[in-house]
Nanobody
Framework: QVQLVESGGGSVQAGGSLRLSCVVS?????LGWFRQAPGKEREGVAA????????YYVDSVKGRFTISQDYAKRTLYLEMNSLKPEDTAMYYC????????????????WGQGTQVIVSS
């Protein structure tokens, strides 16, 4: 069983920063952050192998966002810098127990979400 609890969302002005956190329990192989804005499809933002260093980012956040983890603390992070209004969304921590196939596909476990609002 996997449980994920996100925190750290909030409202910021464009150009500001936020750090999201996700406390992870249970066995996982890949951890990720996804987001969904109203009326839009959910999209993968960043992913990382559990306990590893290899990372993946959607093009729109590369260079601005950094995914990381403290394996001992069982905590996943998403550092978001230079935030833009288009980053406004509900952000979800996610996990899966396998590494085969598309790294972005088939995440089976999700947190409750934390809201990020970026104003101009």
């Amino acid at each position: 069983q996997v449980q994920l609890v996100e925190s750290g969302g909030g409202s910021v002005q464009a150009g500001g920063s936020l750090r999201l956190s996700c406390v992870v329990s249970g066995y996982t192989r890949i951890l990720g952050w996804f987001r969904q804005a109203p009326g839009k499809e959910r999209e993968g933002v960043a992913a990382i192998y559990t306990g590893g260093r290899t990372t993946y980012y959607v093009d729109s956040v590369k260079g601005r966002f950094t995914i990381s983890q403290d394996y001992a603390k069982r905590t996943l992070y998403l550092e978001m810098n230079s935030l833009k209004p288009e980053d406004t969304a509900m952000y979800y921590c996610a996990a899966k127990k396998h590494t085969y196939g598309d790294v972005w596909a088939d995440f089976g476990y999700w947190g409750q979400g934390t809201q990020v609002i970026v104003s101009s």
